[in-house]
Each structure stands twice: as C-alpha cells, then as structure tokens.
C-alpha cells in the first residue's frame, strides 16, 4: 500500500512538473521511486522529468526498468512511443 506521504509526494511532484519546475519535479519523482522502486507509474513519470531536461539516457533506463516490472503497462509502451517520436 502507499502512504500518504508518498502519495503527496507524487501529487506535489506532478504539479512541479506541470508547471515547469523540472528540477523540483526531478527531485520528488526521484525520492518516490526510491521509496517504491516496484512502481511503474513512478519510473514513468521520472522517465518524462529526465526527457523533458533532455536526459535520454537516464529516460531509457527508467522506462526500461518500468517494463521490466510489468512488460504490459500500456502507459510505459506509450511514453516509449512519444518519446521516440520527439527524437
């Protein structure tokens, strides 16, 4: 189960994100993927914040850890896409 904590976390880090404070998005995306690295959803959204300052590298390997985790998770597959679609 997710804490509370880390729900409000995420909420705070998605809202960094959407209003362009990609260093503090960054850095709540990160803690919350170390707090529950089995998450997809989180290494997704890091995924994105490290796409977004044009760490490709760093997105790729966050993207694949999130298929590694469950190979089906549409949101990674399409992030995949967007990604490779930018590029």
């Given at each position: ?12 880090a ?74």
């Amino acid at each position: 189960p997710i804490s509370n904590q880390v729900d409000g976390l995420f909420k705070e880090a998605v809202k960094a994100f959407r209003q362009h404070q990609i260093e503090m998005a960054l850095r709540y995306f990160k803690e919350i993927s170390m707090l529950y690295p089995h998450r997809p959803l989180y290494r997704v959204h890091l995924a994105i914040a490290y796409a977004e300052k044009n760490w490709m590298s760093f997105a790729e390997s966050e993207l694949e850890t999130a298929l590694r985790l469950d190979p089906q998770y549409m949101f990674a597959k399409e992030t995949v896409a967007h990604l490779l679609f930018k590029l």
